[in-house]
């Protein structure tokens, strides 16, 4: 069974870094394809509201990022670990949301239809 454990969320001021962690169990990390989601808050945790932020290929060492998070995000993987990481810089309020990680992502025309994903970790970017 795939399961996906995110963490490292949490009250953040504006400005400040985080480092999110996802850690994969049920399958074999170093083959699969990882992404990045958000969700704004107060958003039903169905597909279609949530933001695409960047994806990593397996065997494949430059993720793929959203023009919106270029040079604030960075996605790095631990295979020895089965661990995914997402470390955002300079943060700002509109970076508030529910962060998943997401196995086998798929999206179309834009729009994310689905993928395995964990419980998410809440950011909150305030003073």
């Known amino acids: 069974e795939v399961q996906l454990v995110e963490s490292g969320g949490g009250l953040v001021p504006p400005g400040g870094s985080l480092r999110l962690s996802c850690t994969a169990s049920?399958?074999?990390?170093?083959?699969?394809?990882m992404s990045w989601v958000r969700q704004a808050p107060g958003k039903d945790t169905n597909w279609k509201d949530a933001?695409?932020?960047?994806?990593?290929?397996?065997?494949?060492?430059?993720?793929h990022y959203a023009d919106s998070v270029k040079g604030r995000f960075t996605t790095s993987a631990d295979n020895n670990r089965d661990t995914l990481y997402l470390k955002i810089t300079n943060l700002k309020p509109e970076d508030s949301a529910v962060y998943y990680c997401?196995?086998?992502?798929?999206?179309?025309?834009?729009?994310?239809?689905?993928?395995?994903r964990g419980q998410g970790t809440q950011v909150t970017v305030s003073s």
């Open positions: 049920g399958f074999t990390f170093n083959t699969a394809t």
């Open positions: 997401v196995k086998d992502i798929t999206i179309l025309g834009g729009r994310i239809l689905g993928g395995n």
């Open positions: 933001e695409w932020l960047s994806t990593i290929y397996p065997f494949t060492p430059n993720p």
